[in-house]
């Protein structure tokens, strides 16, 4: 059993993966994978069960599949992004706004080859020296630290808005985060802003 290549150059395996991740993308909207059968999502997207099982053993191998995939999109999209979090937070945010059922998915059932998981590592594996450069003062076991404790602060109020206040426009959580990131830098002399 593999998976879908993302980008199949066949047309009916094109069809039929958009047909799998467009189904099973209306019903995480609707309930958590864990409430989700492999039969609610084939009868969906018009897929028998046995072209299903012929790439994915299970919904959540599904989910992986599409985190996968999610994964290279938002890595394109920090293409030669800075190295510092209030320029790529809302790059990110609206990238989570545009996929927003899938990452909420993602933060939801977390497990191997989860999506926030693999975001928060690669961020770190692409920023760490520039960060470390920016704070020389720091151990380098101090600027992991610093990096994690910053961006995991970041997907704290990505998750609380997608969870808790979904109503909330992308434009309105990257204005709260810039205030909160502005809050948090020692270096600023002006007050929170208003």
């Not at 937070?89 to 933060?107: G, K, Q, S």
Request: overall charge negative; aromatic content about 12%; glycine content about 4%.
């Amino acid at each position: 059993m593999t998976a879908i290549e993302r980008n199949p150059r066949d047309s009916r395996l094109r069809y039929t993966k958009e047909c799998l991740y467009g189904s099973f993308l209306e019903l995480l909207a609707e309930k958590p994978v864990n409430d989700i059968t492999v039969i609610e999502i084939c009868e969906k997207a018009g897929v028998s069960r046995k072209t299903f099982y012929k790439y994915y053993s299970d919904q959540f191998a599904l989910l992986v599949a599409m985190q996968d995939d999610l994964f290279e999109d938002y890595r394109h999209q920090l293409e030669g992004q800075p190295a510092e979090v209030s320029q790529i937070m809302p790059v990110l945010i609206r990238f989570v706004d545009e996929n927003r059922v899938l990452v909420r998915a993602a933060f939801a059932n977390q497990g191997e080859g989860n999506f926030v998981d693999r975001v928060l590592d690669d961020l770190y594996a692409t920023y760490r020296e520039a960060w470390g450069q920016a704070n020389p003062a720091l151990s380098e076991a101090d600027v992991e630290f610093l990096f994690y404790f910053a961006v995991s602060g970041l997907f704290g109020i990505v998750r609380r808005w997608l969870f808790e206040h979904p109503e909330l426009t992308a434009e309105t959580v990257i204005s709260q985060a810039a205030a909160l990131m502005h809050v948090a830098d020692p270096h600023r002399a002006a007050p929170y802003p208003q």
